[in-house]
């Protein structure tokens, strides 16, 4: 296989990509111009399912609710 069929292969949405965050984890999302939206956007609407957890963010371009 070439490396563009193991790109394609490793592609997910940003839902399925924060399913393997579990309560009492620290997550840490980029910030300023490298701020990843569709990720803390997805993780925050984890937010009923997940608790005791710590969101390392530098400088965010937007609230996403977890002040």
Known sequence: ???RED???KLTSAEEAVKIVTS???VAVGG???EPE???NALWERR???SDM?????CPM???GWG
């Open 1 to 3: 296989m070439d490396w």
């Open 7 to 9: 790109y394609r292969q």
């Open 24 to 26: 009492g984890q620290r």
């Open 32 to 34: 300023s111009i490298d």
């Open 38 to 40: 569709a990720l803390p």
């Open 48 to 50: 009923d399912e997940l």
């Open 54 to 58: 710590k969101i390392c963010q530098l």
């Open 62 to 64: 937007k609230d996403y």
